[in-house]
């Protein structure tokens, strides 16, 4: 039996990776109970959330079973299909992001038709159905190369291509065509980096916006955050920020919305990705921030006040742990703790608690101080360390 008080909802969090598990530890702090629904036994998230259920998110009555008795239901990713949340909806329940919202972050289509109504600066795109449509789109933006993505379903790099010729397109409509989307074509941004802007936002519209910070991709996976972005005009980052909260306001977003964002070369910001989810680029606040992503999320969709997402220093920098093929480690991150801590007693480590594979997210570290490239070799190097890779520390 609970002894959590009465009055206090559960939580009903639809995926078991990572961001499910990260939510958990900020559940467990403000004493919210939370009710997991799991893609398998002993996945990141169900480690640690006792009331568990596994099952498909695809099945609505599935979704019916995990919800039931919940208040609210929110999400470790944007794949549960949005006609079973309009049904949920429809049962009574809370969805934080709606489907109204969320379909945004679904459908990259729907997505910058949306945003280019609101006059939220985008790449230049277009829908295309076959190679010709390619052609004559990448002769209106200049010509090749473009990038192609399925609307629906793609991310950390999957379902993304840069061709250049229409003939390149084989690939994508084939993809499309296997699994039912549409191919959404933009021009290839020439950006001098990438930046996130990321806002939490309750029912009552109560909005609180973290600094905007630079990412860092490999290979289409996020690999390194530094907040704040460093030499970033001022009046850029209130832009960025102001598009973000413009979005989530417009587009009704409850809880976290990380709008991924281009610099370009000539001094604008171009809208890339939206994510109605805590996100990657946030990880730093779980340390850096006076009130984390992951709090602050569930504080947005119980509509309880925000908290502060102001820098506890001036410098934070997460790194990735992605799975290396060096196995010096042989899979057991456990064994790079004491070295990674000794070294550095002011380290903070995230481990999800999931199997080594190369390239996977497993985990990540963050640094912070008041020294830019300090921190960073401090963050980078315990990635390493842990990855069985310290080639790559200095860079």
Not at 57 to 73: F, I, N, Q, S
Not at 190 to 213: C, I, K, M, N
């Amino acid at each position: 039996m609970s002894s959590h008080g009465s009055s206090t909802p559960t939580v009903a969090i639809i995926g078991g990776g990572q961001l499910a598990r990260m939510m958990a530890q900020s559940a467990v702090a403000l004493g919210v109970p939370l009710r997991l629904l799991a893609e398998a036994d002993g996945v990141s998230a169900a480690q640690v959330v006792p009331d568990t259920l596994v099952g498909d998110y695809r099945d609505l009555d599935t979704l019916r079973k995990v919800t039931d008795g919940c208040a609210v239901v929110t999400f470790d990713h944007e794949h549960v299909p949005t006609e079973h949340l309009h049904a949920l909806a429809d049962d009574g329940h809370a969805c934080r992001p709606g489907p109204e919202a969320l379909v945004h972050a679904q459908d990259k289509a729907v997505m910058r038709e949306r945003l280019t109504a609101l006059d939220v600066p985008c790449p230049r795109h277009a829908v295309v159905e076959d190679a010709e449509a390619v052609e004559r789109f990448a002769a209106s933006v200049g010509g090749f190369p473009v990038v192609l993505k399925t609307t629906r379903g793609g991310y950390d790099g999957k379902g993304v291509w840069v061709v250049g010729s229409a003939e390149e397109s084989a690939d994508a409509f084939a993809t499309a065509e296997a699994t039912g989307v549409r191919i959404l074509a933009e021009e290839k941004v020439d950006f001098r980096r990438e930046l996130s802007a990321l806002v939490a936002r309750s029912p009552s519209g109560q909005v609180a916006a973290y600094p905007v910070v630079e990412s860092v991709q490999r290979d289409g996976i996020c690999w390194e955050v530094v907040a704040p972005a460093p030499d970033l005009a001022a009046g850029l980052a209130v832009e960025a920020q102001q598009i973000a909260m413009k979005v989530a306001g417009e587009l009704g977003v409850t809880g976290i919305l990380a709008v991924e964002l281009f610099e370009t070369q000539d001094g604008r910001v171009l809208v890339n990705e939206l994510a109605m989810r805590p996100h990657n680029t946030g990880h730093w606040s779980m340390d850096g921030a006076v009130t984390g992503q992951f709090e602050n999320h569930l504080r947005a969709v119980l509509d309880l006040p925000l908290g502060s997402p102001d820098a506890r220093a001036p410098w934070t920098v997460m790194v990735n742990i992605l799975g290396g093929d060096d196995a010096r480690l042989a899979g057991d991150l456990y064994a790079g703790y004491p070295h990674a801590l000794a070294r550095d007693p002011r380290l903070k480590v995230h481990l999800y608690g999931k199997s080594v594979k190369p390239g996977r997210k497993v985990g990540h570290v963050t640094a912070y101080g008041d020294d830019l490239e300090e921190v960073r070799e401090r963050a980078l190097h315990a990635a390493a360390w842990f990855r069985g890779d310290l080639g790559e520390e200095s860079e």
